[in-house]
């Protein structure tokens, strides 16, 4: 993965060290020094120095031999969220919703083909498939991915569906790209989204917009249900309207939040604070 920077300022040590942390995923939760150095394709005693560095920062773990993520981790992608303001926003939102529908839910955003939960509310339910912030899944397969894929332009679309999953899951067979093109285009025209059991057998979901003060979609929300629990018909008829408002109503927040007055002041130091 090293060696793929340009620019005069790339820091390869700091991506090599990224490399190491996106090795690990649902699929690899703990690996030996020599696997995370094949996964970030890095030689061995380079993959050694960036992960006792991590370990140092609090970022990797180690026993017998084998490394894992710490939750401390789960701060960089907190972060994000936290300066965009969305989770703040969205949370009680979420948790009304879940408390109105008895299902989960969640919000995603796009990175790269894939989607990346970035705010969560569940209820204790077995599915086939175990999501948390930061869980990422192929666009297509989802009706959140579907949302966002549907908002892109189409050279915007056509680059972001040729940049390879990084969800660690089987290649998806189920639509050509005709068909995936007619799909995107009704759930644009629509606003909303279905993908049923197309990510794991028995989960069903469908999935809304969230835009930002402009207008753009930036995230989707869905609510994911049982496929044995509960219909199609249910989902669309009972769920969809209240996902639909409640997106609506954290659109709208968002957009206030991201219009409220900010100033950015030269401190003596030279450094911008706000």
């Known amino acids: 993965m090293a060696g793929r920077g340009t620019g005069p300022d790339f820091v390869e040590a700091l991506a090599r060290g990224l490399d190491v942390l996106a090795s690990f995923d649902a699929a690899h939760r703990s690996m030996s020094l020599t696997e995370v150095a094949a996964a970030a394709g890095l030689a061995r005693p380079t993959a050694r120095r960036l992960l006792l560095t991590l370990e140092e920062l609090g970022f990797v773990r180690s026993s017998g031999g084998a490394f894992s993520l710490t939750p401390k981790v789960l701060t960089l992608g907190m972060a994000y969220a936290g300066s965009l303001g969305l989770w703040e926003i969205a949370r009680p939102?979420?948790?009304?919703?879940?408390?109105?529908?008895?299902?989960?839910?969640?919000?995603?955003?796009?990175?790269?083909?894939?989607?990346?939960?970035?705010?969560?509310?569940?209820?204790?339910?077995?599915?086939?498939?175990?999501?948390?912030?930061?869980?990422?899944?192929?666009?297509?397969?989802?009706?959140?991915?579907?949302?966002?894929?549907?908002?892109?332009?189409?050279?915007?679309?056509?680059?972001?569906?040729?940049?390879?999953?990084?969800?660690?899951?089987?290649?998806?067979?189920?639509?050509?790209?005709?068909?995936?093109?007619?799909?995107?285009?009704?759930?644009?025209?629509?606003?909303?989204?279905?993908?049923?059991?197309?990510?794991?057998?028995?989960?069903?979901?469908?999935?809304?917009?969230?835009?930002?003060?402009?207008?753009?979609?930036?995230a989707a929300m869905n609510v994911t249900v049982h496929a044995s629990e509960t219909s199609r018909e249910r989902l669309l008829e009972e769920h969809l309207p209240r996902l639909l408002r409640t997106a609506g109503d954290v659109s709208a927040e968002w957009a206030l939040w991201q219009s409220r007055p900010h100033t950015e002041i030269a401190s003596p130091d030279g450094v911008a604070t706000a």
């Open 93 to 218: 939102h979420l948790e009304a919703l879940v408390a109105g529908t008895g299902e989960s839910s969640s919000m995603a955003q796009l990175d790269g083909s894939d989607i990346v939960y970035v705010a969560r509310v569940s209820v204790p339910k077995i599915i086939a498939l175990r999501v948390e912030i930061g869980t990422r899944f192929p666009a297509v397969q989802t009706s959140q991915g579907k949302v966002l894929l549907a908002a892109l332009a189409p050279d915007e679309l056509a680059a972001t569906l040729a940049v390879p999953s990084r969800a660690g899951l089987p290649a998806y067979i189920g639509r050509s790209a005709d068909q995936l093109q007619a799909e995107l285009t009704e759930v644009r025209a629509r606003g909303w989204a279905l993908a049923d059991e197309e990510l794991a057998p028995g989960v069903r979901s469908v999935a809304v917009p969230v835009r930002d003060g402009a207008g753009i979609v930036r």
